[in-house]
């Protein structure tokens, strides 16, 4: 997959994630992969920087959190700008993955009158 789709996409899902619920970054890299029968299996070292980037353009906050276990995680939580960039991603996706399923089709067949 070309590298600024892969990005794109991944930061589509991980807004998504986020929209449910605050996360920390093991639990997105865990729910990526559990609901893309494993096609998305992040690795610390590309989700780390990803999140950065989208903690930078306001899109997510992040906090502390101590664990029962006297652990300290940082969780990531989206932004109303991060809902905002969801929501654009999204319709973005939807009309490139009909474009795609389109031309997969046979494009749009176009009728001859002469």
């Known amino acids: ?4 789709l892969a990005v794109s996409s991944t930061t589509l899902l991980l807004l998504k994630l986020l929209e449910e619920q605050d996360l ?3 639990q997105m890299i865990e729910a990526l ?3 893309s029968d494993h096609t998305f299996e992040l690795k610390a070292g590309t989700l780390y920087p990803l999140l950065k ?3 930078e353009k306001g899109f997510l906050t ?4 101590a664990t029962k ?3 300290t995680r940082k969780y990531y939580h989206l932004t109303q700008a991060g809902h ?6 999204r319709a973005e996706w939807e ?13 749009k067949q176009h009728v001859c009158l002469g």
């Open 24 to 26: 920390y970054g093991y």
């Open 62 to 65: 992040s906090y502390e959190q």
């Open 95 to 107: 009309e490139f993955s009909a474009a795609v399923n389109q031309v997969l089709k046979g494009g």
């Open 84 to 89: 905002t960039a969801l929501q654009q991603k």
């Open 1 to 4: 997959m070309e590298k600024s």
């Open 33 to 35: 992969a559990a609901r």
């Open 69 to 71: 276990e006297n652990r």
């Open 53 to 55: 980037g989208l903690e």
